[in-house]
Structure formats: C-alpha cells, structure tokens
C-alpha cells in the first residue's frame, strides 16, 4: 500500500491534486471536508451541529475527526492500493491519534506538503467561491480559515518532518505542473515500496 497524508493551506489545491492522485495510482481519496459537508446537506441532526462550525471557518472538535478518520481505516476494502487523507490531521492531536491508530494497523504513510503562497489561495479561494457555494469560501471566512491554519494545521509539518516524513512540493504553479512534481515523488515512492 501507498498512503498519503495532504496538507497545506485552505486553497492549496488538496482536493485537485488528491483526485490526480487517485485516477493516476488508484488511491483512495478521503477527504474529511468533503465529509463533513455531504453530513451538513444529509440535513442529519449531526450536519446542523456541524453546519455553523463549517462556515465560520472552525475546526470541528478532535474526537469527532478520530473516530471519522478511524472508520475510514477499519472500513478499507483488503484490494486497497492505498489512500490519501486530504485535510486530516489538522492539529497536533489529530497528528498523535493518527500515529497511534497507523501503529496499532501497522500502516505508513507519508506526509505531502503542498506550499503556496497566501496571496495566491485568497486568489484561489476567491474564485471557487463564484461557483462553490460553500458558505466558508468568502473573505472573511478565508481569513480565519488561513489563521487557524497557521496556529493549529502547519505544526503538524513539523511533527512530521521530526519524524523523518515529510515531503514537500511548491503550489504555486498550473495544476499540472504541481502535479509533475507529486507525481515524481510518488513514482519514487512506489518504486521504494516495492
Ligand atoms: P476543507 O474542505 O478541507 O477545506 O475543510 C472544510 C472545513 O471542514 C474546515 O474548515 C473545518 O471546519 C472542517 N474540517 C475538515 N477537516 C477537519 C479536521 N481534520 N479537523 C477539524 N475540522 C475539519
């Protein structure tokens, strides 16, 4: 198996390259964001608990996104090729369940790091806004998304580059060249694994 974590800021292009990854490797894509909001317009009683948290541009509490992400894991198919999280762990608890559960599974995977400059994700978030409709894509959500990021998300490159697992690729440019780089890094990987 070959398994991916992604990070990086709101609007770094997680999502995009997450699904470049999957039709190219046949790795699974979970994205905890994407979750959370197909909760919110299931309409369940949990999707309007969460539903204010989403748009103010908050973090929704570290034991729910465990036992969310430690589902995702129990309920992977054997034929898994592997998988990447797209937006979890998003804080340095997030990061110690997430080693401890990859321990007990005796799973790996590694961290990618996908860096862009702030003014371009503004730019970005900006745009998607026009057709998202995602009630946190608007400046003032953006600008606390970018906060909380830096205070409780980018510790997490830390955590992992302590650990010898952390790689990182520049965002700024064109989809496909963003994905030139990730792709070649993970063509490495693959080939290590085997
Ligand atoms: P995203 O689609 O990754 O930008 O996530 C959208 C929103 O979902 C975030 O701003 C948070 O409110 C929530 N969210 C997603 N992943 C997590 C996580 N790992 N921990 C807490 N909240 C999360």
């Given at each position: 198996?070959?398994?991916?974590?992604?990070?990086?800021?709101?609007?770094?292009?997680?999502?995009?390259?997450s699904q470049l990854l999957e039709q190219k490797?046949?790795?699974?894509?979970?994205?905890?964001?994407?979750?959370?909001?197909?909760?919110?317009?299931?309409?369940?009683?949990?999707?309007?608990?969460?539903?204010?948290?989403?748009?103010?541009g908050n973090l929704v509490s570290d034991d729910?996104?465990?036992?969310?992400?430690?589902?995702?894991?129990?309920?992977?198919?054997?034929?898994?090729?592997?998988?990447?999280?797209?937006?979890?762990?998003?804080?340095?608890?997030?990061?110690?369940?997430?080693?401890?559960?990859?321990?007990?599974?005796?799973?790996?995977?590694?961290?990618?790091?996908?860096?862009?400059?702030?003014?371009?994700?503004?730019?970005?978030?900006?745009?998607?806004?026009?057709?998202?409709?995602?009630?946190?894509?608007?400046?003032?959500?953006?600008?606390?998304?970018?906060?909380?990021?830096?205070?409780?998300?980018?510790?997490?490159?830390?955590?992992?580059?302590?650990?010898?697992?952390?790689?990182?690729?520049?965002?700024?440019?064109?989809?496909?060249?963003?994905?030139?780089?990730?792709?070649?890094?993970?063509?490495?990987?693959?080939?290590?694994?085997?």
């Amino acid at each position: 198996m070959l398994n991916f974590i992604i990070t990086g800021a709101p609007g770094c292009g997680k999502g995009t390259q997450s699904q470049l990854l999957e039709q190219k490797y046949g790795l699974k894509h979970f994205s905890t964001g994407d979750a959370l909001r197909a909760e919110i317009a299931s309409g369940s009683a949990l999707g309007k608990e969460i539903d204010g948290i989403l748009a103010a541009g908050n973090l929704v509490s570290d034991d729910f996104m465990i036992k969310l992400i430690g589902n995702f894991i129990d309920t992977l198919p054997t034929s898994c090729k592997g998988f990447i999280l797209d937006g979890f762990p998003r804080t340095i608890v997030q990061a110690y369940a997430l080693t401890q559960l990859f321990e007990q599974k005796q799973i790996k995977a590694y961290l990618l790091h996908i860096m862009v400059d702030e003014p371009e994700v503004v730019k970005r978030i900006l745009k998607r806004g026009e057709s998202s409709g995602r009630a946190d894509d608007n400046l003032e959500s953006i600008k606390h998304r970018l906060k909380v990021y830096h205070e409780q998300t980018a510790p997490i490159c830390r955590y992992y580059l302590a650990r010898n697992n952390y790689f990182v690729v520049n965002g700024n440019f064109e989809v496909e060249e963003t994905f030139a780089q990730i792709d070649m890094l993970t063509a490495l990987l693959q080939h290590a694994e085997q």
